[in-house]
């Protein structure tokens, strides 16, 4: 589908709202490792890494920007939550969940393999089921490649506010599946699920750089 105005104007609310890629830019390289190797853990396992394994002030520094959030499961690490949200991921043989659904859609992006997504309509509970895989053969950026299969699912972006202080406990409770009955179609906050997807694509496009080559890998390579 094609990049519309709304599709860029929310990509760069999203970006001003949490900017994440240019606040790990300005981390020492060994942070970057850090998160790295954290976020290379995610994708290969869906499974939270645990913070004795990382350098105490790396983690801290980590944390400072908003990169990762430690709870009691280990190190959540956008697009991934430690913690149970609501919104679970399936690909591979591996299952997680993500922060938001934003969140959600940017994983089978940033590995280039198909997912499910479950989740529920964030007014009426309902279940929705999200299909994310290769249009033509491989899953990318371009947003011509990504094909998402779902009935009756929107994304609702309803961020207001211009700054947040952690992303996950303020902003991506406000970014969410919603089924076609309860979605206004009137509402700018409204978005497709394939713009959501080209969205989520775009913001965390960035993450394959800190992966091993392997696991960025399209599929059918
Ligand atoms: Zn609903
Ligand atoms: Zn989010």
């Avoid at 790396?58 to 913690?83: K, M, N, R, T, W």
Wanted: hydrophobic share 45%.
């Amino acid at each position: 589908m094609p990049v519309t105005d709304h599709t860029s104007n929310v990509l760069a609310a999203l970006l001003r709202e949490f900017p994440l890629r240019a606040r790990l830019e300005r981390l020492d390289p060994d942070v970057r490792r850090t998160y790295g190797a954290i976020v290379s853990e995610w994708y290969g396992t869906a499974a939270p890494p645990q913070p004795p394994k990382f350098e105490p002030s790396h983690l801290a520094a980590l944390e400072q920007a908003d990169a990762v959030v430690v709870v009691d499961a280990g190190i959540g690490c956008y697009p991934f939550s430690a913690a149970p949200t609501g919104i679970r991921v399936t690909y591979l043989d591996r299952s997680c969940h993500a922060m938001c659904a934003i969140d959600a859609l940017a994983i089978p992006c940033v590995i280039g393999q198909s997912a499910t997504i479950d989740a529920t309509c964030n007014a009426c509970r309902r279940r929705l089921t999200i299909a994310v895989g290769p249009r033509n053969g491989s899953l990318s950026i371009d947003s011509n490649d990504i094909a998402v299969t779902h009935s009756g699912v929107s994304v609702m972006y309803a961020p207001k506010a211009a700054e947040h202080g952690v992303c996950n406990r303020q902003l991506c409770p406000l970014i969410v599946f919603v089924c076609d009955e309860c979605a206004d179609p009137g509402s700018a906050d409204l978005l497709s699920v394939a713009a959501a997807t080209v969205v989520a694509a775009q913001f965390f496009s960035f993450q394959r750089k800190y992966l091993p080559p392997k696991a960025s890998a399209p599929e059918h390579a």
